[in-house]
């Protein structure tokens, strides 16, 4: 398993951006398909996105299609969530996850960040 530190969750005003980073340490990140969560209050947790071992392919919720983009850089060991046009509804912790899985659409991640609070305000 790898080791996940989220940083950059924080306040922002509706239509704001932030960038969330997943730190990995342990076995070999680039092995990994990495995606981010998200669990609003009194909510279940929810995927958000996906990326590949190599970057080149990325899935979405519907619901942040067009607004996020999930990207990785392997020579960092980390994994982003650039949030633009943020909205009070994307409030919630969001988490880390890896998998050594290889299809995007199947939820198997066996690791997981500690989260890290986005707040949208209206």
């Known amino acids: 398993q790898v080791q996940l530190v989220e940083s950059g969750g924080g306040l922002v005003q509706a239509g704001g951006s932030l960038r969330l980073s997943c730190a990995a340490s342990?076995?070999?990140?680039?092995?990994?398909?990495m995606a981010w969560f998200r669990q609003a209050p009194g909510k279940e947790r929810a995927f958000v996105a996906a990326?590949?071992?190599?970057?080149?392919?990325?899935y979405y919720t519907v619901s942040v299609k067009g607004r996020f983009t999930i990207s990785r850089d392997n020579a960092k060991n980390t994994v982003y969530l650039q949030m633009n046009s943020l909205k009070p509804e994307d409030t919630a912790v969001y988490y880390c996850?890896?998998?050594?899985?290889?299809?995007?659409?199947?939820?198997?991640?066996?690791?997981w960040g500690q989260g890290t609070q986005v707040t949208v305000s209206s």
């Open positions: 996850a890896a998998s050594l899985g290889v299809v995007l659409t199947t939820n198997d991640y066996d690791s």
């Open positions: 342990g076995r070999a990140f680039s092995s990994y398909k």
């Open positions: 990326i590949s071992w190599s970057g080149r392919s990325t």
